[in-house]
């Protein structure tokens, strides 16, 4: 299966993931919020892991064992902040854009300083990703 796939489809988990946190926000303490999603993540996961155990390689090192560490914890405060962004009334079209928006751009940068080639398409894509969030957290 294509990469871009996989891609689109954690976009689409990432834009849900975005939602049920508003939804939920004012009805949960946020870092037992944020706690709650890591724990399904983990159970969830593990379920998956059962079905794939025996075409499944585990492969680990120091470094990739520090990254994926480091993405835990990221992923926390993605959890904790929204949570924390929504209970105080940020509105799901203000929030959404701004966060999925400003973790794109964060990647985009990021890719750049690790080597990604620059272009001025892509320039042009990350000026206008930062607009369009800009613009519409101005909107009222």
Avoid: E, W
Avoid at 7 to 28: D, K, M, N, Q
Wanted: charged share 5%; net charge positive; glycine share 10%.
């Amino acid at each position: 299966m294509s990469p871009l796939i996989f891609a689109i489809l954690a976009a689409v988990a990432f834009g849900l993931l975005t939602v049920f946190h508003r939804l939920a926000s004012p009805h949960i303490n946020q870092v037992f919020g944020a706690i709650i999603v890591s724990i399904t993540a983990v159970i969830f996961g593990f379920l998956i892991l059962l079905t794939q155990l025996k075409k499944i390689h585990f492969f680990a090192n120091s470094k990739g064992i520090l990254f994926i560490i480091l993405a835990g914890i990221s992923a926390f405060f993605i959890d904790f902040l929204s949570l924390q962004a929504y209970s105080k009334g940020l509105p799901l079209a203000i929030g959404g854009p701004l966060i999925i928006g400003g973790s794109v751009a964060v990647a985009v940068i990021i890719g750049f300083a690790l080597g990604d080639i620059i272009t001025p398409l892509k320039v042009a894509g990350l000026v206008l990703l930062t607009l369009g969030a800009i613009i519409l957290s101005l909107a009222k």
